[in-house]
């Protein structure tokens, strides 16, 4: 077994007041970020796109396999099969997939199976889970903690495009093994979802929502103080 090595921790802090400005402004900014569905197809820059994938990819993860990978796909042929093959799969859903319920959910957000940002979007990441690894000779490497590994990384490339100024959609078309097929991936990986990627079209609306109070989602438990 291999000996573990450290190096010094590359950590800054900051005064309590600092803090709570900085905590503050990135609350701020983060509620404006929305999920978008009306985008532009102006052209954005590839080295923006890595910069924020390498941002994504020093995500906490399982044993440190980081168990991802992402499919950046510009070209339009490409992305007019994922096109076509996601909305085959859509049409599906809501003509016979969806229970009414689900639908009922759905129909303040305005959504169908008509998916256009697939094509206009600049860029379609789509991003692959790895049940497990292959080394050099073939052999299986397994993973750890898979799926929340994977959740958490594209969390933080979400952020990280919002931060860098450009729009995101999360699409997850059911099922979604055509991505396997159109992007040559692997049988040990297991598409995640898609993320449309790019400014969004000048004027665009999002639906009217609303976020959960604090004391809704969050519970702190502390010490109390006897009388």
């Not at 093994?177 to 598409?191: A, I, K, S, T």
């Not at 609303?210 to 502390?222: C, M, P, S, V």
Request: glycine share 4%; charged share 20%; net charge neutral.
């Amino acid at each position: 077994m291999k000996k573990a090595q450290f190096i010094p921790l590359d950590f800054q802090e900051y005064p309590v007041a600092e803090m709570r400005r900085r905590a503050a402004d990135f609350y701020a900014d983060m509620k404006r970020r929305r999920t978008v569905r009306d985008f532009s197809d102006r052209p954005v820059p590839r080295d923006i796109i890595e910069t924020c994938l390498l941002a994504a990819g020093t995500a906490p993860n399982g044993a440190n396999m980081q168990p991802w990978h992402f499919v950046v796909v510009s070209d339009p042929a490409v992305k007019r099969q994922i096109r076509e093959a996601a909305e085959a799969e859509e049409r599906e859903f809501y003509a016979r997939r969806a229970s009414d319920e689900w639908l009922a959910a759905l129909a303040p957000l305005g959504t169908d199976a008509s998916k256009p940002f697939l094509e206009t979007a600049p860029y379609l990441i789509a991003i692959f889970a790895q049940s497990y690894g292959i080394g050099p000779a073939g052999a299986k490497i397994k993973h750890y903690y898979v799926q929340e590994s994977v959740g958490i990384a594209t969390g933080m490339l979400i952020t990280a495009l919002h931060q860098a100024g450009l729009a995101s959609l999360t699409h997850t078309p059911s099922p979604m093994n055509f991505l396997n097929e159109l992007l040559g991936r692997p049988h040990n990986e297991r598409p995640f979802l898609i993320l449309v990627v790019g400014y969004p079209q000048i004027n665009a609306e999002v639906p009217v929502i609303t976020k959960k109070a604090l004391d809704k989602f969050a519970t702190f438990i502390e010490t109390s103080v006897a009388s």
